[in-house]
């Protein structure tokens, strides 16, 4: 799988609801920056997407403008536009932010998300 198809796996992933899914996509030593909190531990990056999750119903997320900002045999990084949508209290709502990922190559064919920061646009 390559760096681009793992972006396109996470946010699958991510999709599902089901935090096992992302976790496959993810290295060990991730740590994720988002707007107000950081997580350094796969339990913590657990807890926050479960939480997500359960407060923002039915949520779908998407990224739009990707742009690959440098991508070699063993890392890539890409910047985009995320967006998300859900029911929050009974309410339809939606918004958007900035996105950072980093991923890294771990063996022959396998890429990981390493690095992720969220942060809201004002």
């Known amino acids: ?10 946010i699958k992933a991510t999709n599902t609801h089901n935090f096992e899914n992302v976790k496959s996509l993810l290295h060990p030593n991730a740590v994720y920056w988002f707007s107000d909190k950081t997580c350094t531990t796969i339990n913590e990056i657990q807890n926050y997407f479960e939480n997500a999750w359960d407060v923002i119903k039915e949520e779908v997320y998407a990224a739009s403008n990707v742009h690959w900002l440098v991508a070699d045999e063993k890392t890539a990084t890409c910047i985009y536009t995320y967006h998300y949508e859900g029911y929050y209290d009974g309410k339809f709502v939606f918004g958007s932010g900035r996105a950072t990922n ?13 690095h992720e920061h969220l942060s809201s646009i004002s």
């Open 1 to 10: 799988m390559g760096f681009k198809n793992c972006l396109e796996q996470y």
């Open 102 to 114: 980093v991923f890294i190559k771990e063996n022959e064919h396998d890429w990981k998300l390493i």
